[in-house]
């Protein structure tokens, strides 16, 4: 595809139960990144592939966070037990291996919580 | 990780430069400077990057001082499509981008 692409574009869930969000990079890029953006504030990171492993998870806020990229390419974030707390923007970022490059970014998955 | 430092707000006329400052006076030698934009209910989008020496592009320039510890993302013509959250990163040798709260700029017709 032309560029980061994340679905859903929003999901709405009931307090407890989990949840899935998807993001597909662009094509060849190895590193991928998941943040979360609260209203008013600034994405928060929260892990950072590069390949199929987790090179950085110290953003996940807890366990109930797990996110996976079995095949080096799409990528799974996972939240169980959710919280009214967990509503916010998701937002998946993936860049070249190149460490210098820029980073593009998906529109994110608009997760509510009720 | 360094951290910036960025005005919450800022205003610009259309037509003139907007000029947004960024203080990252704990920035590593190895550490480059990135600028990215948020426009509202989108994702962010990459407007420049450097490591010591002055950048251009067809969006901006990006002006470091010969310290680092700070330096001013330029926007030369402002146009009102250019209203957006602005943020000023300092990238890590993990590789990771860790965002402030940037700065808000409204250009004004």
């Known amino acids: 595809g032309a560029g980061v692409s994340q679905t859903p574009s929003n999901k709405v869930t009931e307090k407890g139960k989990y949840v899935e969000l998807r993001c597909d990079p662009i094509?060849?890029?190895?590193?991928l990144y998941w943040y979360r953006q609260s209203l008013g504030q600034g994405p928060e990171f929260l892990i950072y592939?590069?390949?199929?492993?987790?090179?950085?998870d110290s953003g996940l806020p807890n366990d109930r966070f797990f996110a996976v990229r079995p095949e080096g390419s799409v990528s799974t974030l996972k939240i169980q037990r959710t919280e009214r707390g967990d509503s916010a923007v998701y937002l998946c970022?993936?860049?070249?291996?190149?460490?210098?490059?820029?980073?593009?970014f998906g529109q994110g998955t608009r997760l509510t919580v009720v | 990780d360094a951290k910036t430092t960025q005005p919450p707000s800022m205003d610009c006329a259309e037509g003139r430069a907007a000029n947004l400052p960024c203080n990252h006076s704990?920035?590593?030698?190895?550490?480059?400077v990135y600028w990215y934009r948020q426009i509202h209910s989108q994702g962010p989008q990459y407007i420049i990057h450097?490591?010591?020496n002055n950048e251009t592009n067809e969006m901006a320039s990006l002006i470091i001082t010969e310290d680092r510890k700070s330096s001013t993302l330029i926007l030369p013509h402002a146009t009102l499509r250019d209203t957006a959250v602005y943020y000023c990163?300092?990238?890590?040798?993990?590789?990771?981008?860790?965002f402030g709260t940037g700065t808000s700029l409204t250009v004004i017709p």
């Open positions: 592939f590069q390949g199929t492993g987790a090179a950085d």
């Open positions: 094509s060849g890029h190895t590193a």
């Open positions: 704990t920035i590593s030698g190895n550490e480059y």
């Open positions: 450097g490591l010591k």
């Open positions: 990163i300092v990238r890590n040798t993990g590789n990771q981008f860790y």
């Open positions: 970022a993936s860049s070249f291996r190149n460490e210098r490059g820029e980073a593009f």
